[in-house]
């Protein structure tokens, strides 16, 4: 990531996101139809929207400050396992970013760790159970191991495409067996969109 993602870039990263969401927030309502309660789409619009205007209100001065604002306003806004979840992602890793003006790529995997396993710690599922931690973990992975911001998208995009043969064993999805087979995951979908988000800010400064 270069340069460094700062408060202000942060921000830029969870607008993209918001943009994305919006983008795609039929698509991602789709996905949760045959395999959820079809609100995936509408849950995330309206936390990030919720997000966006907490950031424009607090103007928070660090990114993890930001990251942090952003998921304690998912968690009260959304009330579908997503919010906590996500919520609770973007909470930890802020929190671990601390008060540091700005990070690279390899600082922020190490915060996304923290909040992966808290992640985790919170819903259960693992790697392989259909949920956005197919996504999530081998995204964290890249960037732990010496990725860029893009490679970690390319990760994610992957995690989330190895849903589709997989049987759900947490969430909504779980309670369809088998038949889950053949669909994607859409908090899988979502955090791919997380992380294209935050490549497609790569290069805006240099290239
Ligand atoms: P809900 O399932 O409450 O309707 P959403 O539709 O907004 O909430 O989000 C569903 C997504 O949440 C799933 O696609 C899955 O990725 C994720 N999810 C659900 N339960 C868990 C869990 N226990 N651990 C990790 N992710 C989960
Ligand atoms: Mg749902």
């Not at 927030?25 to 395999?35: V, W, Y």
């Not at 959820?36 to 919720?50: E, F, I, T």
């Not at 819903?123 to 191991?145: H, I, M, N, Y």
């Not at 049987?167 to 087979?181: D, H, M, T």
């Amino acid at each position: 990531m270069s340069p460094a993602l700062t408060a202000a870039g942060a921000r830029d990263w969870l607008q993209r996101f918001a943009t994305a969401v919006d983008e795609h927030a039929a698509d991602l309502t789709d996905l949760d139809r045959p395999i959820g309660d079809s609100d995936h789409g509408v849950n995330l619009q309206r936390g990030m929207r919720a997000v966006l205007a907490a950031l424009d209100a607090a103007d928070p001065a660090t990114p993890g400050a930001v990251l942090l604002k952003a998921g304690s306003t998912l968690v009260s806004t959304v009330g579908g396992a997503s919010g906590p979840l996500f919520g609770t992602l973007l909470r930890r890793t802020g929190k671990a970013l601390g008060d540091a003006e700005s990070v690279d790529a390899a600082a922020l995997g190490s915060g996304l760790r923290v909040g992966l396993d808290a992640v985790t710690a919170l819903g259960g599922a693992q790697v392989g159970d259909a949920t956005l931690v197919d996504a999530l973990a081998p995204a964290v992975e890249s960037l732990e191991a010496g990725g860029s911001v893009t490679e970690a998208a390319e990760a994610a995009a992957r995690g989330a495409a190895s849903t589709d043969e997989l049987v759900a064993r947490k969430g909504r999805a779980s309670y369809l067996g088998e038949r889950g087979i053949g669909h994607r995951d859409p908090g899988a979908a979502s955090t791919a969109l997380l992380f294209a988000a935050l490549a497609d800010g790569d290069g805006a400064g240099a290239s």
